[in-house]
């Protein structure tokens, strides 16, 4: 690579690592208040959730391809009131996603990281407008849900072909990531063991929000960030005999974490 081609590349690294910082940023705020002060509109939000953490992995994976370290500091999650307080900062987080990613697209000169970028974009507009919609909603204005005046064969059978076209290229693409991305890949790899540490802290972050109590998440960067499995392990062990007694309606969460780590500490 030239030295030009060369300091265009970091920038386009520096560049993505302020959109994966953002993506963990929205992450760490919508995962605490989907526990927390924003429980009834739990499930929603965990799905836009969901949206960020595959375009975390998508901007990670991007990061690593161009010979770039994605940083992986912890982002600060400052504490909301309330359930509006919440969705109005949820609002104003999506605004300066799509408008952070609007900049990068025009400054980054590579085709294929563009359209990944613009492909975020279209997810960002969609949860921008949800995240208003449940602003309304805290502040008590009615939603209207659409109902079709007629139920025609027309729409139910339309309807069904997306089912069957959008199923069939789901498989198609699951086939393709088995046998081509994956295919030297035996079991859970990280990636995988990493959803299953984050459903932990689901497990548990929920836990507390029912409780009245917001998890805070450790100051990491990415120097600073070590494995923890025998850490993990014991942990939970000294939490068993503990909750046996103090919480026993945890106890079955509990096994099943242990269950799981032992995967992870085996292979
Ligand atoms: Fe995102
Ligand atoms: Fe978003
Ligand atoms: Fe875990």
New binding site residues.
């Given amino acids: 690579m030239s030295e030009r081609n060369h300091q265009e590349n970091n920038q386009v690294i520096e560049l993505l690592n302020q959109d994966l910082y953002g993506e963990h940023d929205a992450i760490l705020y919508y995962l605490t208040h989907a526990w927390t002060v924003a429980r009834q509109y739990g499930h929603q939000i965990l799905e836009i959730a969901n949206d960020e953490m595959r375009h975390f992995k998508w901007l990670g994976h991007t990061i690593a391809q161009l010979g770039g370290t994605p940083n992986l500091a912890t982002p600060e999650v400052s504490p909301v009131a309330d359930l509006t307080a919440a969705m109005k900062k949820d609002v104003e987080a999506e605004i300066h996603a799509i408008d952070q990613y609007q900049r990068h697209v025009e400054a980054i000169p590579l085709d294929p990281v563009k359209a990944l970028l613009e492909r975020i974009v279209v997810d960002e507009r969609d949860h921008l407008r949800q995240f208003q919609e449940l602003l309304n909603q805290s502040h008590g204005e009615p939603v209207h849900s659409e109902q079709p005046a007629q139920e025609t064969a027309k729409i139910a059978q339309t309807l069904q072909q997306t089912i069957h076209v959008e199923y069939q290229q789901m498989m198609a693409y699951l086939l393709k990531s088995f046998m081509e991305d994956h295919k030297d890949q035996m079991g859970m790899d990280m990636e995988e063991r990493s959803i299953?540490?984050m459903?932990?802290?689901g497990w548990i972050g929920k836990r507390m929000g029912l409780i009245g109590l917001t998890p805070k998440f450790p100051d990491l960067d990415t120097q600073s960030i070590a494995d923890g499995e025998q850490t993990?392990t014991s942990l939970?062990h000294e939490m068993r005999t503990w909750a046996l007694q103090a919480m026993p309606s945890l106890i079955p969460t509990i096994d099943r974490?242990v269950a799981?780590?032992q995967y992870?500490t085996q292979t």
Avoid: A, P, V
């Fill in positions: 299953d540490e459903r932990h802290l993990e939970y974490i799981q780590e992870h």
